[in-house]
């Protein structure tokens, strides 16, 4: 238990003395074995080995390409956020909501505006 | 005496010709002498222990902002000096002072050292100097994590500044575009160099981006609501969050270039479909948001220095913060401007011209928001005072241009001329480094213990500024007449020789001035002025009710805060006792240990960096094992915290007169 890591009480500034007493203590908490970090590892490799196979190898045409590119593309993200990043598992979700909304407007916007600024007729490519 | 193929080989590849120039031979021969002779000092005096200990292993805030803070001092005067190349270069009309191909690689230098290695390190440094202390913290929220942002920065810059004199210099601009970094115009390994060192120091930036934004976020004393908070550390946060945001498009676009100058891909080559312009939409989602991660830590800077100056509150807290989270959504939306020549309808333009000029709107209301702090202020013109009242007009001027630019059919005129280049230092050098150096001044004595002098300030600022305008102001006129960007050389009878030959003196004022400032703290280390109060400026933040230079855990006792300006609160009210602390307040303290994790982890970074820019694949491997030796050290190490006994605190706040009697 002495390792554990103790979560900092909730709130926006409910910092006392107690949490920087542990601030480096890693969170090895887990007896079994990371079945489920194993599986997300091994299936966002394969999500990018495949995604680059179809564009190297022309398995299917333009359209439909960028259509399952998408749809991978958010699948991946989910893997990481859900597996990877502890999306569930800290105290106060909620809190990630809004921050969560942010990333997905830029992110999103990112892509579509690039979409739209590259898609002229270009003379070079 | 025949030699071995291989190691001709091998020696062809590490010093090309463009590597053999006298001078750049000479440069080499100096940097090694110096170096034998920091070594001998450093074995005569038996540092090296205390080297070990105190700093390349610390994971101490206070001293990673030191270290920044030198590091980027160096890097500023690698950068002058290559401005000063290239400033010689265009003294007069056909001047060869430099090869065509070495101006190149001087400018290249030149750009990426003054943004990612000065700039933003300088950046860092003072995060890491105040954050922490301004809202009452013991160390930022992942110490260990600091210390790796500061190790691959360093090895990174170190990976950037070798390239001069080992294998040669990238020489394709501080934005690399494609097709001409592409391997097909230019062989060699300058551009590996380029796209490696920005990806180790950018691994660590994005560590820092997290660091501070939880360390703002968690770590605030009890009752430092978000809305009693510095604007300095309000700053971090936001800069925190672009941070986060902007630079892994950047990781994509020098990823995808690698992949293609390396392993044969072709992501932005001519042929095999590449598209090349993409790498400029990458590079700019990254880049317009970079310029604001530079300025933004200034304003911040400002919003601290304008109300201690001026013994006044913040004029319009509220617009302050509004502003600058009203900036930091619209940078997102600008980078088209960047690249408004390269062919995309009217409609993509327009939006992004208007994006553009929206930024000015926010940037305008904080100019207000300082001058009505100063308004009826009782104003000290301290030297961090005076770089504010610098940065006024010069980032007046800078912002001017900036929506000048931003309409879309005069910048078919502007675009890419000396008008543009005069606009970005302006709000680069007016703003960023004015700002940087207002903020070096004024926590200098909270960093060092030792105030630098006034006087040799002032000359060094005064100076520095009358050469900024006079290196600037030409340019813009310069733009008009025509004057392209990145010209090696220029011949007469064009209206531009009078310009260019005042743009150079300019320069040379700014080096002296930048001479100067190094003399000035070179002088107050020696004849040191000791800030013996810890507030030395009659400041208003909670940094300055901690002695200087704070001690190893900042505070012996967390404060609690009551209101913004808490420090200047506890003065006014005379409550200033409330930070003394008693047999029966004091608590033992656990801190970080140091660790050799994060230098050797940046190590292993450096040596397989250096395996990918010469390909020599065996040794990317061995440095790739490394990085993941060095993570898995670092997963199972032991870090039991070390304990500061009650009785050690005890002596050492007694020594600095903070027992309550
Ligand atoms: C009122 C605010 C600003 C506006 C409207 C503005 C607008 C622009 C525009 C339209 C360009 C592109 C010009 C061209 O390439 O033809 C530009 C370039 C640039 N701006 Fe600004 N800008 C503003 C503030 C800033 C600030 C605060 C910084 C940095 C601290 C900055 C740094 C730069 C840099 C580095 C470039 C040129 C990069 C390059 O091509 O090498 N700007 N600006
Ligand atoms: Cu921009």
Redesign the pocket.
């Known amino acids: 238990m002495d390792n554990q890591q103790q979560l900092p009480p909730p709130g926006p500034t409910g910092h006392g003395d107690e949490v920087e007493v542990r601030i480096l203590t890693p969170h090895i908490a887990q007896p079994h074995f990371p079945t489920m970090q194993v599986t997300g590892y091994g299936l966002s490799l394969a999500i990018t080995l495949i995604a680059f196979a179809m564009v190297a190898y022309h398995w299917i045409g333009l359209d439909t390409l960028v259509t399952v590119l998408v749809v991978m593309a958010f699948i991946q993200g989910a893997l990481q956020l859900g597996i990877f990043m502890h999306l569930r598992e800290a105290k106060g979700t909620l809190w990630h909501l809004p921050v969560l909304a942010l990333a997905l407007f830029i992110g999103i916007g990112i892509v579509g505006f690039s979409m739209w600024i590259m898609l002229f007729k270009s003379g070079v490519s | 005496m025949t030699m071995n193929p291989w190691i001709l080989h091998l020696m062809k590849r590490l010093f090309p010709p463009q590597v053999l120039l006298p001078d750049i031979i000479g440069i080499d021969i100096g940097l090694t002498i110096a170096a034998i002779a920091a070594i001998v000092f450093l074995t005569k005096t038996k540092r090296w222990g205390w080297l070990w200990r105190e700093w390349i292993t610390t994971v101490d805030h206070k001293k990673i902002g030191i270290m920044y803070l030198l590091a980027a001092l160096v890097m500023l005067f690698r950068g002058g000096v290559d401005a000063l190349m290239i400033r010689t270069q265009l003294i007069a009309p056909h001047q060869h002072f430099m090869s065509a191909q070495q101006y190149d690689e001087v400018f290249t230098t030149h750009?990426t050292v003054m943004i990612f290695f000065m700039a933003m390190p300088m950046v860092f440094a003072l995060f890491n100097a105040a954050v922490p202390l301004m809202i009452g913290a013991r160390d930022v929220a992942f110490p260990r994590l600091n210390a790796i942002s500061f190790w691959l920065f360093a090895f990174g810059a170190i990976l950037l500044n070798i390239s001069f004199s080992i294998g040669g210099s990238p020489d394709a601009g501080?934005?690399s575009y494609p097709p001409y970094s592409e391997l097909m115009f230019d062989p060699g390994v300058g551009e590996n160099y380029f796209l490696l060192s920005l990806q180790v120091a950018g691994i660590g930036t994005i560590a820092t981006g997290i660091n501070f934004l939880v360390t703002v976020l968690r770590l605030r004393a009890p009752g430092m609501t978000l809305t009693r908070m510095p604007i300095f550390a309000w700053s971090a946060l936001i800069t925190s969050s672009l941070i986060l945001f902007a630079f892994p498009p950047l990781t994509v676009a020098l990823g995808l270039t690698m992949l293609d100058r390396i392993f044969g891909a072709s992501f932005f080559t001519l042929g095999h479909q590449g598209m090349p312009m993409m790498y400029a939409n990458l590079f700019w989602i990254f880049g317009h948001p970079e310029?604001?991660i530079?300025?933004m830590p200034p304003f911040g800077i400002f919003s601290e220095v304008v109300p201690t100056f001026s013994k006044k509150p913040l004029f319009g807290y509220e617009a302050m913060v509004a502003s600058l989270l009203a900036i930091s959504i619209l940078s997102y939306g600008t980078w088209v401007?960047?690249f408004f020549e390269m062919g995309a309808g009217p409609g993509v333009n327009s939006f992004f011209g208007l994006s553009?000029?929206l930024?000015?709107i926010p940037?305008g209301v904080k100019m207000f928001n300082w001058i009505f702090t100063m308004w009826g202020g009782r104003i000290r013109i301290t030297v961090p005072m005076l770089w504010q009242l610098a940065f006024v007009p010069t980032f007046v001027v800078?912002?001017a241009t900036?929506?000048m630019?931003?309409t879309v059919p005069a910048?078919y005129q502007?675009?890419?001329s000396y008008f543009?280049i005069a606009?970005?230092h302006n709000?680069?050098l007016g703003?960023?480094v004015f700002g940087l150096l207002s903020g070096l001044y004024y926590w200098w004595p909270k960093m060092f213990g030792w105030k630098l002098n006034h006087r040799q300030g002032v000359w060094a600022c005064l100076l520095f500024v009358v050469g900024f305008w006079l290196t600037f102001m030409p340019q813009y006129f310069l733009g008009f007449q025509g004057m392209t960007r990145r010209m090696s050389s220029y011949p007469p009878g064009l209206g531009w020789t009078a310009l260019n030959f005042w743009s150079t003196i300019g320069a040379y004022v700014m080096g002296v001035g930048f001479l100067i400032m190094v003399y000035n703290i070179i002088w107050s280390r020696i004849h040191p002025d000791w800030d013996t109060t810890g507030d030395p400026w009659d400041a208003r933040t909670l940094e300055w009710s901690l002695p200087s230079p704070a001690p190893e855990y900042n505070f012996a006792r967390i404060p609690q805060v009551h209101s913004r300006d808490e420090w200047w609160e506890m003065k006014q009210e005379g409550r200033t006792d409330e930070v003394k602390i008693s047999e029966k307040t004091v608590h033992a303290i656990h801190m970080p240990r140091n660790t050799p994790m994060p230098v050797l982890l940046a190590l292993a970074f450096f040596v397989g960096s250096i395996g990918m820019v010469f390909e020599w694949f065996w040794l990317a491997i061995l440095g790739g094992l490394g990085v993941v030796a060095a993570l898995a050290y670092g997963s199972f190490a032991n870090y039991s915290e070390k304990e500061i006994s009650r009785d050690t605190i005890l002596q050492t706040e007694a020594q600095l007169g903070r027992l309550e009697s």
Do not use: K, P, S
């Open positions: 750009g501080w934005m310029v604001y530079l300025i401007h960047h553009t000029m930024i000015a940037t800078g912002g900036g929506v630019l931003a910048d502007y675009h890419n543009m606009h970005f709000v680069i703003g960023t």
